[in-house]
């Protein structure tokens, strides 16, 4: 069965600061993705990450994927107010059961002056 | 672009009363899923869709019952509502994984059961 875990599941941080969010997974995957929450709204896709070694960067987050590891991170570079949201990595079991996501818990970052 | 369209975005049911849930997609996406969000626990998969006709149960299936008659529709029937039902629901649809794209989400029904 595949499991999720985040990391940590409630984060402050102060504008400027650094932080990294991490995202373990239990079962063989090279497919996964890193989404946006804001309060009462739907998840926004930020990231896809297909493979190995995989790095994508918009703006002030940076993600990555290591298989062997089974881990991925979502590295925030000086933050700001604006950033201030939940966000969901997800992995999905293509191998044998496309289409079926699977969901960490959430990490709930505010991002304070 | 209409994308994931849930209906409704809000409703109350009594205990016992069953109700559907509509979620349909213009993007002619294979795959369709719906899953509950509830606080701490993320979001949990109820059930999915490979394509039209072909249904399958996902981490927490019980008291919900689904169909794909259509590439575009994927109806989730609360068969009983119970108060454990209470919680928000996503309709999502994708491409097969092998794409390499994202799932996109509906806005959300917010279901509370009294």
């Known amino acids: 069965e595949l499991k999720v875990e985040q990391n940590p599941l409630f984060l402050s941080m102060q504008e400027e600061k650094n932080y990294t969010i991490y995202c373990n997974y239990s079962?063989?995957?090279?497919?996964l993705y890193w989404y946006r929450q804001d309060p009462g709204k739907s998840l926004e896709s930020l990231f896809v990450?297909?493979?190995?070694?995989a790095v994508k960067q918009e703006g002030r987050l940076m993600a990555s994927l290591d298989t062997k590891a089974r881990l991925s991170t979502l590295h925030i570079t000086a933050a700001v107010h604006d950033l201030s949201a939940t966000y969901f990595c997800?992995?999905?079991?293509?191998?044998?059961?496309?289409?079926?996501?699977?969901f960490g818990q959430g990490t709930e970052l505010s991002v304070k002056p | 672009n209409a994308g994931v369209t849930q209906t409704p975005k809000f409703q109350v049911l009594k205990t016992g009363q069953s109700m559907t849930l509509q979620c349909a997609q213009d993007m002619n996406h294979e795959y369709m899923s719906w899953y509950r969000q509830d606080p701490g626990m993320g979001l949990r998969l109820i059930h999915y869709s490979v394509g039209a006709g072909i249904t399958d149960q996902g981490e927490v299936p019980n008291g919900y019952n689904v169909s794909r008659s259509t590439t575009e529709d994927f109806p989730l029937r609360l068969l009983s509502a119970a108060p454990s039902q209470t919680s928000v629901y996503f309709c999502?649809?994708?491409?097969?994984?092998?794409?390499?794209?994202?799932?996109?989400f509906g806005q959300g029904t917010r279901l509370t059961v009294v």
């Open positions: 990450l297909l493979s190995n070694g």
């Open positions: 999502a649809s994708s491409y097969p994984p092998g794409r390499g794209t994202e799932a996109f």
């Open positions: 079962t063989t995957s090279d497919r």
């Open positions: 997800a992995v999905d079991m293509w191998y044998n059961q496309g289409g079926k996501l699977i």
